[in-house]
């Protein structure tokens, strides 16, 4: 490792908390890099594990790598409530509350509250979707982007790069997995056409924080995040969309591995320029 690179690691702090979620504490983790001060900018991240599953350990080394990006944000990664203990809306709830909880703690995160970012990864990415139709609606908190990493948002599962997954043995798996996740997140049939579930299907997209959606190639959730994506332009939402190179989706950590690639990275610090050079949200 370079000199360079240990004095990065050496300046990352990271922090073990509890933050508020709908219904009480959720596990947390702060990082922050860089020298000690208060930052404009907060993004708060919701790991993927298709909403039954996952936890902060296993999305950690994409998280170091998005606090120590050229802008230094401060990074909250929290937990919410999963689908095997209580399904949607739970989760989601959770998801908001953290934000409300995020906004009346600025001073105890470090934060000085200026911008506040959603991010997520896979059902993660759904819920950070999902927030900023939530914040927009329930007037606030204001945020001033959203990072959708290969993000679930159509419980239907009709899109082609979805059903071309049956049809393809070494990736089927992924396919099926996606879709014994939301049977359970949404086990009543109504909640799965809900825009609080189904982002994509939402045909209210207006007035939301600008974005960035990375897709892969090869990822069964390709299609229903470039589709997404197109729906905000037409929305008049300030969106990028990118395709990445294929994940090893037969590992359940390669949607996370993906994300860490350098592509990815770049992608996501060039974004968080484009929302400093926007000010405050």
Same mark, same amino acid.
């Given at each position: @490792?370079?000199?360079?690179?240990?004095?990065?690691?050496?300046?990352?702090?990271?922090? +073990?908390?509890?933050?508020?979620? /709908?219904? #009480?504490?959720?596990?947390?983790?702060?990082?922050?890099?860089?020298?000690?001060?208060?930052?404009?900018?907060?993004?708060?991240?919701?790991? %993927?594990?298709?909403?039954?599953?996952?936890?902060?350990?296993?999305?950690?080394?994409?998280?170091?790598?998005?606090? +120590?990006?050229?802008?230094?944000?401060?990074?909250?990664?929290?937990?919410?409530?999963?689908?095997?203990?209580?399904?949607?809306?739970?989760?989601? +709830?959770?998801?908001?509350?953290?934000?409300?909880?995020?906004?009346?703690?600025?001073?105890?995160?470090?934060?000085?509250?200026?911008?506040?970012?959603?991010? %997520?990864?896979?059902?993660?990415?759904?819920?950070?979707?999902?927030?900023?139709? @939530?914040?927009?609606?329930? #007037?606030?908190?204001?945020?001033?982007?959203? =990072?959708?990493? @290969?993000?679930?948002?159509?419980?239907?599962?009709?899109?082609?790069?979805?059903?071309? @997954?049956?049809?393809?043995?070494? *990736?089927?798996?992924?396919?099926?997995?996606?879709?014994?996740?939301?049977? #359970?997140?949404?086990?009543? &049939? $109504?909640?799965?056409?809900?825009?609080?579930?189904?982002?994509?299907?939402?045909?209210?997209?207006?007035?939301? $924080?600008?974005?960035?959606?990375?897709?892969?190639?090869?990822?069964?959730?390709?299609?229903? &995040?470039?589709?997404? %994506? &197109?729906?905000? =332009?037409?929305?008049?939402?300030?969106?990028?969309?990118? *395709?990445?190179? /294929?994940?090893?989706?037969?590992?359940?950590?390669?949607?996370? +591995?993906?994300?860490?690639?350098?592509?990815?990275?770049?992608?996501?610090?060039?974004?968080? &320029?484009?929302?400093?050079?926007?000010?405050?949200?």
């Amino acid at each position: @490792m370079s000199a360079v690179l240990e004095a990065v690691d050496r300046t990352l702090n990271v922090r +073990e908390l509890e933050v508020g979620g /709908a219904t #009480g504490p959720l596990a947390a983790r702060l990082y922050a890099a860089g020298p000690a001060a208060k930052r404009d900018m907060l993004v708060v991240y919701f790991h %993927g594990g298709g909403f039954d599953s996952g936890d902060l350990d296993e999305c950690d080394d994409f998280l170091r790598s998005l606090a +120590e990006c050229d802008h230094l944000p401060l990074v909250l990664a929290t937990t919410y409530t999963l689908a095997t203990v209580s399904p949607f809306p739970a989760a989601v +709830e959770d998801a908001h509350a953290v934000l409300q909880w995020a906004k009346k703690n600025k001073t105890k995160l470090g934060w000085n509250g200026k911008q506040l970012v959603t991010a %997520g990864i896979e059902a993660g990415a759904n819920l950070a979707a999902v927030c900023a139709l @939530m914040s927009r609606d329930r #007037g606030g908190p204001a945020l001033a982007g959203q =990072i959708l990493v @290969m993000p679930m948002l159509d419980p239907a599962l009709s899109t082609g790069s979805m059903r071309q @997954m049956t049809y393809c043995a070494d *990736r089927e798996k992924a396919a099926t997995v996606c879709a014994a996740a939301y049977r #359970g997140y949404l086990p009543h &049939a $109504a909640d799965r056409s809900h825009p609080y579930a189904a982002p994509l299907h939402s045909s209210r997209l207006k007035n939301l $924080a600008p974005a960035l959606i990375l897709s892969a190639e090869d990822d069964p959730l390709r299609d229903e &995040a470039e589709q997404y %994506g &197109a729906k905000l =332009i037409n929305a008049g939402i300030c969106t990028t969309v990118r *395709r990445m190179a /294929a994940p090893d989706l037969q590992d359940p950590n390669g949607r996370n +591995e993906c994300a860490c690639k350098v592509q990815a990275m770049l992608e996501i610090s060039s974004f968080l &320029a484009r929302l400093e050079g926007r000010g405050g949200a």
